[in-house]
Structures are given as structure tokens and as C-alpha cells.
């Protein structure tokens, strides 16, 4: 049986009542965005091999397995959150489909290899460093949100080393950093594909972005249509609730 460390919770994955996973309040807790990430990300159903960077406690690793069979690694760099993901490959018996590295992604191809896999999908920290009178006093907080550990850059540069030409990078981050982004995908020849703006709700500016670029892909960039969060009654919109709620894709 799993031991819950500290102030950790056992919490249902959304509403997949076969899937648990381990939260932490001071720790880590997953956000919508990774959720839309996983469900915005292109993955192969059957096989192939798809890699989550600054994976914290695995989710979105967790997440991809509802959708595809194919084998999923995720990176780490943070020991406690690494050693969370850790257990709740195990907590979902998971063991023969996903693993788990504890490492930076700026070095990690040199031990997961250049260029192989199929799929790179990346939350990673949105806000630049600030001075450290500035920062979340929770370390663990800090460095999941700034740039404390990797930049923009490092994790573009990054996902472009270990994913096959022809293979896909999926970010998410925020839509004022859309600039940099694909100036930065196309510096590490990966060429944007598909975007995707998330609005917390109809006549408001958009929070979230979601990107997909090939690797040494032809340029051909699409729009897709706005993901609107709530409705005019604070609810999930029916779309939203489909992605948190929906079945899974490989059933």
C-alpha cells in the first residue's frame, strides 16, 4: 500500500475512478493546465515514445496513459516531487508502460538519447526569476513557477534534442510569451503548427496558450477555435467538462 508522506493527500485523477494520485497543498498539485495539455498534445494511440518534461508529480504522464498505449517517461528535477511521481506509477500500476527520471532536462538527452521520441510535451515554469526577497518563500513553488532551474530557451532547446525529426513538441504557457515562443521553436528547428488560446470565460483575455510544433516540419500554422474555461454561469463550459470528465481516447 502507498504511505502518504507529510501533508500528502490520495485524490481521485479527475473523474476516473480506476486512477488516484498523490498531492501535496505545500508541494505540488496539478493545475487545469496540464490537463489541457494532455488533452491538447498529439499522441500516438498505439506505440511510439512520449517524454513529459518538468513532469512534477507525473500527471500529465498519467494523463497520456488514459490516451495512448505507447511508453511515457517523465523528468524531473525536484527530488520530493520525483519521488511522488514515482509513486503514483506504482499507486496505478503503471509500472510497464511509464518511468520516471529524476534529472535536469537541460542534460537530460545525454542519458535518455538524442532525437528519440516521438512526442516532447513541456509545462514548464511561466514567470521569469525575480530577485529572492520576491520569490514564494515554498522552494518547491518557486521553482515549479520561475525560472529558477530553466528558462524559455532551455526548454525549447530541450525538447528540440530529444524528439525525432518529424516529431512533435507540445507546450503550454502564457499567450505573452507566444512571441518568444515561436521565435524560439523556429531558432531550435521546431515549426509551429497549431495554437490554441484558453479564456477564462467569454469577453475576457485570453490566460493560457497552447502550442504544437514538428521538428524540421514545413510551415503551416493553424488557429484553432477559442477554449472558453466557464460560462456565464460560472460553470464549466460543455467542452471543458468534457476534457476533465470525458472517457478515455483508447477505449
Known amino acids: 500500500m502507498t504511505i502518504l508522506k507529510d501533508d500528502e493527500r490520495l485524490d481521485y485523477l479527475l473523474a476516473d475512478e480506476n486512477m488516484r494520485i498523490i498531492q501535496s497543498p505545500t508541494v505540488f498539485a496539478f493545475s487545469l493546465d496540464a490537463v489541457l495539455l494532455a488533452k491538447f498534445a498529439y499522441v500516438p ?3 511510439g515514445n ?3 518534461l518538468c513532469t512534477g508529480n507525473g500527471v500529465i504522464p498519467l494523463l497520456l496513459s488514459r490516451r495512448s498505449y505507447a511508453n511515457i517517461t517523465g523528468v524531473e528535477i525536484q527530488e520530493r516531487l520525483y519521488d511522488m511521481a514515482i ?3 506504482q499507486l496505478n500500476k503503471l509500472d510497464n508502460q511509464l518511468q520516471m527520471v529524476h534529472g535536469d532536462l537541460k542534460d537530460v538527452h545525454k542519458v535518455l538519447g538524442p532525437s528519440h521520441y516521438d512526442v516532447v510535451t513541456c509545462n514548464p515554469p511561466y514567470f521569469p526569476t525575480p530577485k529572492k526577497s520576491e520569490q514564494n518563500i515554498n522552494d518547491h513553488l518557486a521553482i515549479a513557477r520561475h525560472e529558477i532551474y530553466c528558462n524559455l530557451e532551455d526548454v525549447v532547446q530541450s525538447c528540440s534534442r530529444l524528439v525525432r525529426p518529424g516529431g512533435k513538441v507540445a507546450i503550454v504557457h502564457r499567450p505573452s510569451r507566444l512571441v518568444d515562443i515561436i521565435t524560439l521553436f523556429r531558432k531550435y528547428r521546431v515549426e509551429p503548427k497549431r495554437v490554441q488560446f484558453v479564456y477564462p470565460k467569454r469577453g475576457k483575455e485570453a490566460n493560457t496558450l497552447l502550442i ?7 510551415p503551416d500554422l493553424k488557429i484553432l ?4 474555461v466557464y460560462n456565464e454561469h460560472n460553470e464549466y463550459t460543455e467542452e471543458v467538462h468534457d476534457i476533465l470528465y470525458g472517457k478515455t481516447e483508447k477505449e
Request: aromatic letters at 4%.
Open 212 to 218: 504544437e510544433g514538428i521538428r524540421d516540419g514545413k
Open 225 to 228: 477555435p477559442p477554449l472558453y
Open 50 to 52: 512520449i517524454l513529459d
Open 45 to 47: 494511440i498505439k506505440k
Open 87 to 89: 509513486r503514483n506509477v
